[in-house]
């Protein structure tokens, strides 16, 4: 079984290392591109369900990794 690449695989990932637009930028932009990457590559063969239950246990395990740093969690609902 293929274990799932960490976001510090793809900052060694081609796309990251040869792309000019981030070459220079700091690590953090980097890192924010290697994350995109990481979701673009996981998401990619999933279905429409199989996407959003995705991105719910990612937003899941973000609120509480900002929780455990401190951060208290406000969400804005759109005005229409």
């Given at each position: 079984?293929?274990?799932?690449?960490?976001?510090?695989?793809?900052?060694?990932d081609?796309?990251?290392?040869?792309?000019?637009?981030?070459?220079?930028?700091?690590?953090?932009?980097?890192?924010?591109?290697?994350?995109?990457?990481?979701?673009?590559?996981?998401?990619?063969?999933?279905?429409?369900?199989?996407?959003?239950?995705?991105?719910?246990?990612?937003?899941?395990?973000?609120?509480?990794?900002?929780?455990?740093?401190?951060?208290?969690?406000?969400?804005?609902?759109?005005?229409?």
């Open positions: 079984m293929m274990t799932a690449k960490t976001v510090s695989d793809y900052m060694n081609s796309r990251i290392l040869n792309d000019r637009a981030v070459i220079d930028a700091p690590q953090c932009i980097r890192k924010i591109h290697a994350i995109r990457l990481k979701i673009q590559d996981e998401t990619k063969i999933m279905s429409h369900e199989e996407r959003n239950e995705y991105y719910r246990k990612s937003k899941e395990r973000a609120d509480a990794e900002f929780e455990r740093l401190g951060f208290k969690i406000q969400y804005v609902k759109p005005e229409n």
